[in-house]
């Protein structure tokens, strides 16, 4: 199994900073995308952010400029800095961990791991 786990939510002003930090953990035998998810009240769940194992990265529109998104491999972490924060930026951030693992099997499995979400709310 793998296990994700965030941090660095919170409550910050208008045009504030945040770094957001999500740990994958367990049998893990590759990573391909590590995703940020947010949900707002009321609303569905949006893709924020991706970085690739390819060293690609894309934004939803409305982050491009403020969000910046980052891997490291080796420690299995990916991270969200998020600058200039609005307060539509206010939302339970996710982040989302694809690859395989080791199984039983004598292949690795594919996985698709979430962490717990931390709140990020900005006030105005």
């Known amino acids: 199994q793998v296990q994700l786990v965030e941090s660095g939510g919170g409550l910050v002003e208008y045009g504030g900073s945040l770094r957001l930090s999500c740990a994958a953990s367990g049998s893990i035998f590759s990573i391909d995308n590590m995703d940020w998810y947010r949900q707002a009240p009321a609303k569905e769940r949006e893709l924020v952010a991706t970085?690739?194992?390819?060293?690609?990265?894309t934004y939803v529109d409305s982050v491009k400029g403020r969000f910046t998104v980052s891997r490291v491999n080796a420690m299995n972490m990916v991270y969200l800095r998020m600058n200039s924060l609005k307060p539509e930026d206010t939302a339970v951030y996710y982040c989302?961990?694809?690859?395989?693992?080791?199984?039983?099997?004598?292949?690795?499995?594919?996985?698709?791991?979430w962490g717990q979400g931390t709140q990020v709310t900005v006030s105005s």
């Open positions: 970085t690739r194992s390819d060293g690609t990265s």
């Open positions: 989302n961990v694809k690859g395989t693992s080791y199984t039983a099997s004598p292949q690795p499995r594919p996985f698709d791991a």
